[in-house]
């Protein structure tokens, strides 16, 4: 069984930045892409950026230039850089681990832009 822990979400001005964190723990042997999701109030969730256990990267339109993700395998974390805040990036951001093909999901940090 696998784990995701997230912290490091808050609330910060526009034009702000914040970086996530999300820890797996357990039998993260299996685990492939880890990544950050996110849903805003009324909308659906959606992806906002994936890593390949590779190093390979996507990205959503919205947050290109201004996300980085990336990945400490060793210590099992992935993390998510984000500057140049907007407002319409408040949401709940959701940690993903793709294990033996099953998506996992932690239990979401909250971001909140705003002045």
């Known amino acids: 069984q696998v784990q995701l822990v997230e912290s490091g979400g808050g609330l910060v001005q526009p034009g702000g930045s914040l970086r996530l964190s999300c820890a797996a723990s357990?039998?993260?042997?299996?685990?492939?892409?880890m990544g950050w999701y996110r849903q805003a109030p009324g909308k659906q969730r959606e992806l906002v950026a994936t890593i390949t256990s590779g190093g390979r990267t996507n990205f959503a339109d919205s947050v290109k230039g201004r996300f980085t993700i990336s990945r400490d395998n060793a210590k099992n974390t992935v993390y998510l850089q984000m500057n140049s805040l907007k407002p319409e990036d408040t949401a709940v951001y959701y940690c993903n681990s793709v294990y033996h093909g099953i998506n996992l999901w932690g239990k979401g940090t909250l971001v909140t832009v705003s002045t």
């Open positions: 357990g039998n993260i042997l299996g685990i492939t892409t």
